[in-house]
């Protein structure tokens, strides 16, 4: 299932993120970023708030299938939703699986049940996946980062720190923790910052080719992307042309207008040795009297 959810400031903190298997963050317009949120493995209670469909949607869920929650749109992306192969559900159609939460503003309101959502039913089940991971027993390969920035524009930059006990990135926006409904901080073993180009607001191509970032087990790999077409998921390979893996865990993927900054921040230095001290005194020379 996959679910289109704000991520303005009246949205937050929204629902169901640290359920979530992967996150694809989008650029909408105005430079503020929307979530593509998919479900698999763990279904949400309450996951929101819903918001429209844009023009990048279905190159994103295609590969997918699925459940496709979302409310409304322009209209010439209505058509293109429900051309890909996902049942796309808006709230016309949800019946008692979408409802308001009249303690909130409309149209930041809008949440979706999850049991009630997935048994909209789509194919095929299960998906097809979306990535390659490490085997139990390889080494994890990239060069040591401790953080990083994402720099969609004033009020979406997205930080992220590694938290080597978790071994997972933590992020955070505006200096602080960006926090899910349920008051824990968003996290994610896994970021893929995918340089995508935007030729108009809300229109990312998610097919074709590009340079990528990916940050895992506190290490960066950078490659590139690429997808012929837009029934078979995005590749990630590294200079040799190598799939570039991840760990098993959920995974955030960034989709980053080319030409905006990421800025990754490596260990420190080991700290200098210690000045060596002669374990026995020096000889002394007498002076004859």
Do not use: C
């Not at 949205?11 to 698999?40: H, K, M, S, W």
């Amino acid at each position: 299932m996959i679910v289109k959810i704000e991520n303005t400031p009246d949205a937050r903190p929204q629902a169901g993120l640290n359920q979530a298997d992967v996150i694809y963050e989008e650029v909408a317009e105005g430079g503020i970023t929307r979530f593509a949120v998919v479900f698999n493995s763990t279904v949400p209670d309450v996951v929101g708030p819903i918001r429209s469909v844009r023009a990048m949607d279905p190159d994103i869920v295609w590969p997918l299938g699925g459940v496709f929650a979302y409310s409304g749109g322009a209209a010439p992306n209505i058509p293109l939703i429900q051309a890909a192969p996902v049942n796309a559900v808006d709230e016309s159609a949800a019946g008692d699986a979408m409802f308001r939460d009249r303690s909130k503003r409309a149209p930041h309101n809008l949440f979706g049940h999850g049991d009630a959502l997935f048994a909209k039913g789509g194919n095929p089940v299960p998906p097809h996946p979306l990535f390659s991971y490490y085997g139990e027993n390889e080494t994890t390969t990239g060069d040591p980062v401790v953080a990083f920035s994402v720099g969609f524009g004033r009020g979406y930059d997205v930080a992220y720190s590694y938290d080597a006990p978790s071994r997972s990135w933590q992020r955070s926006m505006d200096n602080g923790p960006f926090v899910a409904a349920d008051g824990a901080q968003v996290a994610a073993t896994n970021v893929v910052v995918q340089f995508t180009n935007y030729p108009a607001e809300s229109e990312g191509e998610t097919v074709g080719q590009g340079d990528v970032w990916v940050f895992s087990d506190g290490k960066v790999t950078r490659g590139r992307w690429t997808r012929p077409q837009h029934e078979q998921a995005a590749q990630y390979v590294d200079a040799t042309g190598k799939p570039i893996k991840l760990l098993p865990g959920r995974t955030v993927v960034e989709l980053l207008p080319v030409g905006l900054p990421v800025s990754a921040i490596g260990p420190p230095p080991p700290p200098s040795p210690e000045p060596t001290v002669p374990t026995t005194a020096p000889p002394t020379t007498k002076k004859k009297p």
